[in-house]
């Protein structure tokens, strides 16, 4: 059974760009969760979707926003990049909203310059 | 005060010591606590979760909460090099509608 799978890896953009990262869940999981990872915060929970709504959110910007498809894939949007949004962002898939059943990607690297 | 506090370490001990990981949570409403461990470049995968007090074994790993001091605790046995990574403690919050991570401990296990 394929896992989690994010693109891109790896990406680089300057401040003021927006930025678009996509996430796969695995087969037949309808929740996706998104947090972002650095050194000084740690993890820190972004939103979570289940069947296309937005089920919980964060305490992020507005300049964080997400959506999720027919299919569970999901992507999460950036805009007017800051030099503190680098970091590595995980997306999470469940099949409902069962933590102890919760899957990482390897997650997306992103250094905004 | 965070909700969550975790000693980052690093903590560094040999092949076959018994390694003992904590965490201290501030909501007492917390009842869902989970263990992640995140390999470099990797991302976090689920070791094992405990609900309320009490402990969980599996194989080499025992989780132990302590609702009463607020203290969540992960004992590796036998430690060996491959358990080399950060542990993250992260228990499901209040409304159970998310995970709150500690900031993680990086372990290093030599041989």
């Known amino acids: 059974k394929a896992g989690v799978t994010q693109t891109p890896r790896y990406l680089i953009k300057t401040r003021g760009q927006q930025v678009t990262l996509s996430c796969s869940p695995i087969?037949?999981?309808?929740?996706v969760s998104w947090y972002q990872q650095t050194p000084g915060q740690g993890l820190q929970f972004l939103f979570e979707y289940f069947s296309e709504t937005q089920r919980n959110k964060g305490n992020f910007p507005g300049r964080f926003s997400g959506r999720q498809f027919s299919n569970s894939r999901s992507e999460m949007n950036v805009s007017t990049l800051e030099l503190g949004d680098s970091a590595l962002y995980l997306c999470a898939s469940s099949l409902a909203m069962d933590y102890n059943e919760q899957f990482f990607g390897p997650g997306t690297r992103l250094t905004v310059l | 005060q965070k909700e969550v506090e975790q000693d980052p370490g690093p903590l560094s001990v040999p092949e076959g010591a018994i390694v003992s990981l904590n965490c201290t949570y501030s909501n007492s409403a917390f009842q869902y606590f989970m263990w992640y461990r995140q390999y470099s470049r990797k991302g976090p995968e689920l070791l094992m979760y405990?609900?309320?007090?009490g402990n969980k074994e599996d194989g080499r790993f025992t989780a132990q909460v302590d609702k009463s001091s607020k203290y969540i605790s992960l004992f590796i046995r036998d430690s060996q090099p491959s358990d080399s990574a950060t542990y993250l403690c992260a228990p499901e919050n209040q409304a159970g509608t998310a995970l709150i991570f500690g900031k993680g401990t990086t372990l290093s296990v030599s041989s």
């Open positions: 405990t609900y309320s007090s």
């Open positions: 087969s037949g999981h309808r929740s």
